[in-house]
């Protein structure tokens, strides 16, 4: 992330403008990547378009919500119809798409999940499953594993374990943090924690996205289920960024053949639209009667778009395109880590992947990432960057990308790692 200041004193006009905006009107915390960032103003497909009128393959993709890319037809289509329609009600009236919807991710969550609570970002449906996880067992404690990122809302800051997300001055003493996927004391801590105390539940991300595109270890989410199963403590999947396909299944927690007690989704969800989900099961939701409502969770326009994506993921085999392409890309960059020292390490599973760039620990690399960034965008590629350190290079395109788009990406990338050795 790079700070708002611009280094370039050629700055476009438009850009220096609202940079003066934002420095006037808004609230500093809200960081923008680039020392010299383009000025966004259309999105086409896989592409981004600047107010010059320069084209970026978007390899993020809105930090991976835009699978269909930028202005698709069938999300164009389906919101225009349900704006003429109806645009808003909230959830004290009952309106067709929320219960359609509610339906289809019954139809396509593990079997034993079938309840939905609709709101409008990650956060709050981590916030819901937190709240619902508490009111089901009667307990205040939670676990969650380091390197984790749930959200920007108090409980859901207080299980984030990502130093530079918690700003909170004073994050709940409620929230206890485990040692991560790549700390191999991961599960027996959690297991002397779970036999300890009471908790609630443990929040983890199948992957680690934040975090840097942390995998867990095989058979660790197996082991996971069982130690909560041991200790009648709830497991929340917080499928934010790896839910809808992202990674090669619908969510990532199908690869470990375990269903958790809840789900929460985002992001791809609505390809761009503010429209997250709690996802439970029968079991839970049938004790969650007290009042819950969010103004805008299950707007119909959000709600109709999430059904066209939904059917478009499945009419195209999303799925076996995001496997395919992801396997495909990671060969490519496996390939390239060959020819350059500076990458330690590639990671991920369907189109997630992180390739992380020299030692993280002394902020050289993540110098080098930011310069790396600066140098694919200026010749024509956004990608993303996380971990803790801030020196993961991630690659979350739109799943309908082509493999042509991910050659001339990787062969870009290439280039832009040899000149850094210069
Ligand atoms: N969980 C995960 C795994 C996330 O990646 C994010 C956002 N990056 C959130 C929760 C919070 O989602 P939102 O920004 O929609 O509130």
Redesign the pocket.
């Known amino acids: 992330m790079n700070v708002a200041a611009p280094q370039n004193t050629t700055i476009r006009t438009g850009v220096a403008r609202v940079l003066e905006q934002k420095r006037r009107f808004l609230v500093p915390s809200v960081y923008h990547f680039y020392c010299d960032p383009p000025l966004i103003v259309r999105g086409d497909g896989c592409e981004l378009i600047d107010s010059e009128g320069r084209r970026y393959l978007d390899l993020y993709s809105g930090?991976?919500a835009m699978s269909l890319g930028h202005s698709h037809p069938d999300v164009l289509a389906a919101a225009h119809r349900q704006i003429e329609e109806l645009q808003h009600t909230t959830t004290i009236y009952l309106t067709p798409p929320m219960f359609d919807l509610a339906e289809r991710l019954a139809e396509l969550a593990p079997a034993e999940i079938n309840r939905s609570f609709f709101c409008a970002?990650?956060?709050?449906?981590?916030e819901s499953a937190l709240l619902m996880a508490s009111q089901f067992t009667g307990r205040e404690q939670f676990l969650s594993l380091d390197r984790?990122?749930?959200?920007?809302t108090k409980a859901?800051m207080s299980v984030t374990q990502i130093p530079m997300w918690r700003t909170d001055p004073f994050l709940l003493n409620t929230c206890t943090r485990v040692p991560g996927y790549d700390d191999q004391s991961s599960l027996q801590s959690i297991e002397r924690e779970l036999r300890t105390r009471n908790y609630a539940a443990v929040i983890a991300?199948p992957i680690?996205?934040?975090g840097g595109i942390i995998m867990p270890p095989t058979g660790y989410w197996q082991t996971l289920r069982k130690l909560c199963d041991d200790t009648d403590t709830l497991l929340i999947a917080?499928?934010?960024?790896?839910g809808i396909n992202r990674t090669g299944t619908f969510f990532a927690v199908n690869h470990e053949h375990v269903t958790p007690d809840f789900i929460?989704t985002?992001?791809a969800l609505g390809n761009g639209f503010p429209i997250?989900a709690c996802l439970t099961t029968d079991r839970i939701a049938d004790t969650c009667k007290r009042p819950a409502a969010a103004t805008y969770g299950a707007n119909p326009i959000a709600c109709a778009v999430a059904l066209a994506v939904l059917e478009f993921h499945q009419e195209n085999n999303l799925a076996a395109e995001a496997m395919q392409k992801g396997i495909h890309l990671e060969v490519n960059l496996q390939r390239l880590a060959q020819r350059n020292d500076i990458i330690t390490s590639i990671r991920g599973r369907g189109l997630m992947i992180g390739v992380e760039l020299g030692d993280g620990s002394n902020g050289a690399a993540a110098v080098i990432t930011d310069r790396v960034l600066e140098a694919m965008k200026d010749s024509g590629f956004l990608l993303g960057k996380t971990g803790l350190g801030r020196n993961v290079v991630t690659f979350m395109p739109p799943l309908v990308i082509t493999a042509q788009q991910l050659d001339t990406a990787c062969e870009q990338f290439e280039q832009v790692l040899d000149s850094m050795k210069k």
């Open positions: 930090v991976g970002s990650g956060t709050e449906a981590n984790g990122l749930h959200g920007r859901a991300e680690q996205g934040n917080d499928e934010v960024q790896t929460t985002a992001k997250a």
